[in-house]
């Protein structure tokens, strides 16, 4: 299995749209433990330069395909908010390192 991390980085002035665009969001990709399964859902920090924001799932195995392709749609959401910047990252767990290794 792997995790994908999403991080996010929004100016403060944005975060009620941020907010409510999340909610759509949420409402259109809802969680589905059967694709992957949250471990962090979120966590946020505010910092001088702004809100910076990530989620990380465990990918279920054999749904690596369909979990990054939903992960990518709902972020893509969020493309037209001003300033909003994003990034998908796709971690190995000690599995898949120790497997890499042995090839």
Same mark, same amino acid.
């Given at each position: 299995?792997?995790?994908?991390?999403?991080?996010?980085?929004?100016?403060?002035?944005?975060?009620?749209?941020?907010?409510?665009?999340?909610?759509?969001?949420?409402?259109?990709?809802?969680?589905? $433990?059967?694709i992957?399964?949250?471990?962090?859902? !979120?966590?946020?920090?505010? +910092?001088?330069?702004? #809100?910076? =924001?990530? /989620?990380?799932?465990?990918?279920?195995?054999?749904?690596?395909?369909?979990?990054?392709?939903?992960?990518?749609?709902?972020?893509?959401?969020? $493309?037209?908010?001003?300033?909003?910047?994003?990034? !998908?990252?796709v971690?190995? +767990?000690?599995?898949? #390192?120790? =497997?890499? /290794?042995?090839?």
């Amino acid at each position: 299995m792997v995790y994908i991390v999403v991080k996010v980085f929004y100016p403060t002035h944005q975060n009620e749209v941020v907010s409510a665009r999340n909610i759509e969001m949420t409402a259109k990709f809802p969680p589905d $433990n059967s694709i992957a399964e949250p471990v962090i859902p !979120l966590a946020a920090r505010a +910092t001088k330069e702004g #809100i910076e =924001a990530m /989620g990380i799932n465990l990918v279920k195995e054999g749904k690596f395909d369909e979990a990054l392709i939903r992960t990518g749609r709902a972020m893509v959401m969020f $493309n037209d908010i001003e300033g909003f910047e994003y990034s !998908l990252e796709v971690w190995l +767990t000690l599995p898949e #390192i120790q =497997a890499v /290794g042995n090839e």
